[in-house]
């Protein structure tokens, strides 16, 4: 059973700083792509931030040059650091991995429960 457990939410204050991490444990063979994605409110869930396993980066156009998504693919983690933080930022925050379970096998998405981030004063 594979499993994504994201930590590093909290509440800050606009122009403050997080990090995020996002875990995946049990039956593993590879990792590919890892996301950051996030839904606020009333509103549909949208990606934030991509990566790829060899490093390569993708942001949503409102976190670029705020976010850096980063992974430690020994650790089988992937972060968040968001910086400048702007109240609507204010999401609760789920982490993304396409997952194979053996060397064989297709890759499946999975979800981590998400991690709220509140900015605000």
């Known amino acids: 059973q594979v499993q994504l457990v994201e930590s590093g939410g909290g509440l800050v204050q606009p122009g403050g700083s997080l990090r995020l991490s996002c875990a995946a444990s049990?039956?593993?063979?590879?990792?590919?792509?890892m996301a950051w994605y996030r839904q606020a409110p009333g509103k549909q869930r949208e990606l934030v931030a991509m990566i790829t396993r060899n490093g390569f980066t993708n942001y949503a156009d409102s976190v670029k040059g705020r976010f850096t998504i980063s992974r430690d693919n020994a650790k089988n983690t992937v972060y968040l650091q968001m910086n400048s933080l702007k109240r609507e930022d204010t999401a609760v925050y789920y982490c993304?991995?396409?997952?194979?379970?053996?060397?064989?096998?297709?890759?499946?998405?999975?979800w981590g429960k998400g991690t709220l981030v509140t900015v605000s004063s």
């Open positions: 993304n991995a396409e997952i194979r379970e053996r060397r064989w096998a297709d890759g499946v998405d999975y």
């Open positions: 049990g039956s593993i063979f590879s990792i590919n792509d």
